[in-house]
């Protein structure tokens, strides 16, 4: 449906058909003539034509048609229509000096269009008073299609009208960047070698110390070397260059330096403004060559996340850049989703060692009674429980690295000795997933609790800074992917398994995912017993301080991964128990309840929402419940036909 606003006229496309309505002045509506119409009317001329597209403008219509044809009609002034006069016209009508290009898209403004071949020119035609078709084009109008020189070359791919305005877009091949250039890029070993050791002789001292005197001069030559590195690293990612013809790989020692380099001044503290965004945009710009695998990355961001409350309130912009960027990294390339599988995986081998291990269980124990499943019925976890199941998330269960650890360990160190310390470095063994999910819950558990205690106590009721939430992180993001992702995963096992409500058929992929959830539960849990006691305490002052921490909460893990959570585990138990009935995850809930419900029960008028809640429908729920009286039969709104 193509709506005209204010010019009163619609179109709508029905399998190739195009019907129109509304306003016919200046035969805008296509019919032969200029009455109105008031009820969707087939285009008679049209009708032997498939039209894929439909569009309005000021007084007038266009479509495009599956042969790559364009046709307008309606008023004609400022040459809108592109027909090569300002005549009216009723009926659709080619544009003829079109016809012999392939139309792939049209765009209409107020009172002009843009037209995209499929070769990538951009053709425009119609009213030129703000320099909407082109700034090269300086009449006022355009009777028919022009085509855009200064886009000439470049491939368009998009195109988009406002009123007044034009917008093109391109493919990245319009805009490459020569892999030569005199005194700007040269895109081989040498030039990155070259720039190493300029940023080593500029920079190699402001890495070490913070109140480093800075000239004039070094600075130019730092932030210079760094926009070099920058359309290196841009032209080489262009070029598609592999990175071991540029001695870039993985594990080299010139990627090692550069990267060192580049990550400092972007995030170390006390680094000159101008030098350190000149390191973040190399860092935006060449990130897939300089961090290229998502083991590495995250890797890096384990050493970047805050460990205490202090490093969250004292981060630097510096910091929270690279962290963010991180972040972002992870989330693109499907790193993220490998990375989720490698988690499954690693959960699978676990389940099996523990298949192999001798049973050293009481007689008491073995004799424990059993669900109808046939699984150990499940009590809550107590929090030491809890706390060692998180424990465990990293370790072995023993407080140490698990054996299968220690020997894939050890084997890498061995296989990095032989191979020799230049290689050493890529085969160390990767981050597990879970580990840096934990990391990043302790992180916004400590950031939150420093807000909390932030919250004045002394203050008077009205002080409190009910509008101070903060806006959501992009390791929020990552949190809410990974939650995502591993619910969708849970399903797609039980729907290509077929399983619904036996855990003895389920498959290793379906019982790894459950351990996995089992284990994100348990710490996002742990997260909510760190937040809630705190806001409880606070949120007991007063009215006031309840809604300045119900803003904080809102914004905190509680207030975004939990409820969505709870809401997954619904629909998974709902539909397929299976795999919740196995891993036991569900029952984790049960620890925070208490918590949650002495939270709640501070919210203002929670007594009365209750006992309307919990009323049976028809009955008045309460003693308070005040019946309102009768409208009088002039206050009654009449409904007349």
Known sequence: VACGGAEAHTLALVGGLVFSWGDGEYGKLGHGNRDCCHSPKLIESLASIE?????????????????????????????????????????????????????????????????????GRLFTWGRNDHRQLSDTLYDLSYSAPTNITNLDGKMVTGIACGPSQSFAWTSLDGFNMPAHVPFCVDVCTQSFEHLDMLLEQVCGDMEEKSDWPLSLERECLAVASLNLLRLQLFAATVHNLPAET?????????????KQHVINLASKPDVLQSIQCAAQACLQTGWSLLLPTAEE?????????????????????????????????????????AALSGAIRREILEQDTDKFQPDVSSDSEKSEPRTPEGAAAKEPPTKSETKKMNDDVRTGGDGKPSPRERRHGEKMQREGDKVGPGLSDRRKPEIPLLQLIQQLLRNASSATLSRLQGVPLDAAADDAPVNSVPSK????ELLLKFQRLLVAKIIAYHRKDGIHHDPSRLGQDALGCGSLLRKYISLLCSHVEDVLPLATSLASHSNRHFAVVAKIIEAD??????????????????????????SGCVIL????????????????GVSKDDSEDLAWPGVIGGANFIVPPPKASEDVALIRR
């Open 557 to 582: 893990l509680c207030g975004i991964l939990l409820p969505e959570m709870v809401l997954s585990l619904l629909l998974v138990e709902t539909n397929y128990p299976a795999v919740c009935q196995a």
């Open 297 to 337: 990355r995250a890797r890096a961001l384990s050493g970047l996340l805050p460990t205490t409350e202090a490093d969250v309130v004292h981060v630097t912009p510096g910091r929270r850049f690279m962290t963010d960027l991180l972040v972002t990294s992870l989330m693109v390339d499907g790193g993220f989703e």
């Open 51 to 119: 039209v894929v597209k439909i569009l309005t403008g000021s007084e007038m219509s266009a479509v495009l048609t599956s042969t790559g044809s364009v046709y307008t009609w309606g008023r004609g002034g400022n040459h809108r229509l592109g027909h090569g006069s300002e005549l009216h016209v009723d009926r659709p009508k080619q544009i003829e000096s079109l016809s012999t290009k392939n139309i792939v898209d049209l765009h209409v403004g107020s009172m002009h269009s843009l037209a995209q071949t499929n070769d």
């Open 246 to 258: 540029l001695n870039l790989q993985p594990g080299s020692e010139l990627l090692s330096s550069i």
């Open 473 to 476: 992180s992009v390791s929020l």
């Open 589 to 604: 809930l049960t620890n925070i309840l208490q918590q949650l419900n002495q939270f709640n029960k501070l919210a203002p």
